[in-house]
């Protein structure tokens, strides 16, 4: 499928595919709780884990992000560019659905600068959710092709390639730096 055809399909409240630094990754709609659920019954991903955000810019993540807790040099790092992705876990605002925190007071954010997540994002208009797209047990999906099979034929994938980075992305606490998934 093509950006197009894929922002129709997220529009529509659906799960798609799509390619980030590393792998595949599984989106949605963020503010689509329809969607949402649908997310966490395809990974079998419980509620309570919370979903990490990515978006081209800080622009997309702010309506979740309260700002106010942090500082100038926190935000510098929040839009820092790095030789690995970096997603940072920050204070969400009130306002945040708890379909996308889970159990926390904070979300996992992260500027990705992948041509088609900023593609998707700017036709969509929102960030996406962003979870590995592999089936539990399975590794995480490097092509559309693996994607395709083990997900079905006909589940929406972006056919383009990911990035060069070859780990997931490393999740670090804003605030205090805490590292919670090597990189």
């Known amino acids: 499928m093509n950006v197009s ?6 529009q529509q409240e659906q799960v798609v595919a799509y390619p980030t630094e590393a792998v ?4 949605c709609n ?5 969607a949402v659920e649908k997310l966490l019954i395809l990974k079998n991903r419980p509620k ?10 800080l622009d997309y993540l702010l309506p979740f992000i309260d700002a106010q807790k942090l500082n100038t040099d926190q935000y510098a790092r929040l839009q ?8 940072w876990v920050v204070p969400t605002k009130l306002s945040t659905p708890k ?6 007071t904070s979300i996992a954010v992260r500027i990705c600068r992948h041509p ?24 995480p999906c490097r092509t559309a092709q693996e994607v395709q099979s083990q ?26 730096g805490q590292l919670f998934r090597e990189g």
């Open 24 to 27: 595949f990754g599984l989106g």
């Open 80 to 87: 820092g560019e790095y030789d690995h992705p970096i997603t």
């Open 151 to 176: 997900f079905g034929e006909n589940f929406p994938v972006l056919d383009e390639n990911v990035g060069q980075a070859q780990n997931p992305s490393e999740i670090r606490d804003l605030l205090t």
């Open 48 to 57: 309570e884990k919370g979903l990490i955000l990515i978006a081209p810019s």
């Open 5 to 10: 055809q894929i922002v129709e399909k997220l």
């Open 116 to 139: 088609a997540v900023a593609q998707l994002c700017e036709q969509a208009g929102f960030a996406l959710t962003s979870t590995s797209a592999n089936l539990s047990g399975l590794p």
């Open 30 to 34: 963020p503010m689509s709780e329809s």
């Open 99 to 104: 379909w996308l925190t889970g159990q926390f």
